[in-house]
């Protein structure tokens, strides 16, 4: 079974300022997705950025890359310019690349709250 | 075009008695999955349904159950609720069909139960 762990259970960070968030996860596939969602009070959960496993290429998404790497198991969130808006819970996820058992399934880790100052 | 939408947006129920949660996904999905997301086990995957039919299943014992409408919407039902069973329930649906575009998840505000 795989696993997803978040080790930070809160994080900080000054408005314009950089934060990085981290995950690590365990899995015997060779074949994934990785995600970072966000959840603000409002408590739907919104996409943040994906990776496949099979691109050596780091995500990136406006204000938001991450750092996949693949053989340390490590898929870390990176914000930049933080903005009062970016305020909220994070979850690291892992979705299985196989059909059948990764049907609609994501594995979460137990989320990272992060606080913006302004 | 409208989100994922829950219904009701908060429940109260007491021990033994049953819930069902109602999710109506985008327009044109055909996927719906369910999750529970409490402080302790975090969030944990209850089912997914594809044009109508159970594709897959988490661990949760047989009081949760779900179906999917011919339209797509889907229920989730809990019997004999226990105090345990307080949660947020989130949906979330997909277009589904196995490619990563058409697998990406957009979830609704969900349905806080709780259980008294």
């Known amino acids: 079974a795989q696993t997803v762990t978040q080790s930070q259970p809160e994080m900080s960070v000054q408005e314009a300022e950089t934060v990085t968030l981290s995950c690590t996860y365990d899995t015997s596939e060779s074949d994934y997705y990785l995600f970072w969602y966000k959840q603000p009070p409002s408590r739907q959960m919104i996409l943040v950025i994906r990776q496949e496993a099979y691109k050596q290429q780091n995500a990136t998404e406006n204000r938001f890359s991450v750092n996949f790497q693949k053989a340390a198991k490590s898929f870390s969130l990176k914000i930049s310019d933080s903005q009062l808006g970016d305020a909220a819970m994070y979850f690291c996820a892992y979705r299985s690349a196989k059909g059948g058992t990764s049907y609609g399934k994501l594995t979460f880790g137990q989320g990272t709250i992060l606080t913006v100052h302004p | 075009k409208a989100g994922v939408t829950q219904t009701p947006r908060y429940l109260i129920k007491t021990r033994g008695q049953q819930v069902t949660l109602s999710c109506s996904p985008i327009?044109?999905?055909?996927?719906v999955s369910w999750y529970q997301q409490t402080p302790g086990q975090g969030l944990q995957f209850l089912f997914e349904y594809f044009s109508e039919t159970q594709r897959n299943k988490g661990n949760f014992p047989g009081r949760f159950s779900g179906r999917q409408f011919s339209n797509s919407r889907s229920e989730m039902n809990v019997s004999t609720l226990e105090l345990g069973d307080s949660a947020l329930y989130l949906c979330?649906?997909?277009?589904?069909?196995?490619?990563?575009?058409?697998?990406?998840?957009?979830f609704g505000s969900g349905t806080q139960l709780s259980v008294l």
């Open positions: 979330a649906s997909s277009l589904g069909g196995g490619t990563p575009t058409r697998e990406k998840l957009f």
């Open positions: 327009s044109g999905h055909r996927s």
